[in-house]
Antibody, heavy 122, light 106 residues
Framework: EVQLLESGGGVAQRGGSLRLSCVAS????????MTWVRQAPGKGLEWVST????????YYADSMKGRFTISRDNSKNTLYLQVTSLGAEDTAIYYC???????????????WGQGTLVTVSS | RVLTQSPATVSVSPGERVTLSCRAS??????LAWYQRKPGQSPRLLIY???TRATGIPARFSGSGSGTEFSLTISSLESEDFAVYYC?????????FGQGTRLENK
């Protein structure tokens, strides 16, 4: 079964940092671009970042540049998102998602994890 | 590319036909997807390439459009279709989502 499982969420301090993880199974992880999408309470979906299959390219939403770092370890079938200088605006459910097409960064997302909730407190 | 969805909320009854709209601020060619989001569930890909149904998506869902104007039509609403629907463009970085349309049971 194709599956994505996020972890690393929880309550974090304002100004602090955290690292989210997403473990993939059931498909050749190294062949797919991977993405993080978030949804803040009462808000819509927000694309955060995408990384190419071999980590050669990374892309970020303009508002995320500088504080967010996406990475992956294909030997561990794991995607990461490092977030620093946390603010209240980062409170959200963070989803990892798989690009639908192999070996391309451009495409929609056909497999989603269940999400991990990050709550930033003061 | 800013995506603007309309209406924000629509009230319909099961069995009815409904069309949701997504307008892009600049052309995204046919690189547009639609997702369904239900409370407590992860988003589900419905349509990509503006009109191609994703695997396992029922035929009552259809998408159309290109350039800047797109639509998602549900031909005959079923009870499980009441949800929030988002469009997303993947033509240009940064990728963007629309703000969503909520489908409510009248």
């Amino acid at each position: 079964e194709v599956q994505l499982l996020e972890s690393g969420g929880g309550v974090a301090q304002r100004g602090g940092s955290l690292r989210l993880s997403c473990v993939a199974s059931g498909f050749p992880f190294a062949n797919y671009a991977m993405t993080w999408v978030r949804q803040a309470p009462g808000k819509g979906l927000e694309w955060v970042s995408t990384i190419s299959s071999a980590s050669l390219s990374t892309y970020y939403a303009d508002s995320m540049k500088g504080r967010f770092t996406i990475s992956r370890d294909n030997s561990k079938n794991t995607l990461y998102l490092q977030v620093t200088s946390l603010g209240a605006e980062d409170t959200a459910i963070y989803y990892c998602a798989r690009g639908i097409f192999t070996y391309t960064n451009m495409g929609p997302f056909d497999v989603w994890g269940q999400g991990t909730l990050v709550t930033v407190s003061s | 590319r800013v995506l603007t969805q309309s209406p924000a909320t629509v009230s319909v009854s099961p069995g009815e036909r409904v069309t949701l709209s997504c307008r892009a601020s600049q052309s995204v060619s046919s690189n547009l997807a639609w997702y369904q989001r239900k409370p407590g569930q992860s988003p589900r890909l419905l349509i990509y390439g503006a009109s191609t149904r994703a695997t396992g998506i029922p035929a009552r869902f259809s998408g159309s459009g290109s350039g800047t104007e797109f639509s998602l039509t549900i031909s005959s609403l079923e009870s499980e279709d009441f949800a929030v629907y988002y469009c997303q463009q993947y033509n240009t970085w940064p990728f963007t989502f629309g703000q969503g349309t909520r489908l409510e049971n009248k």
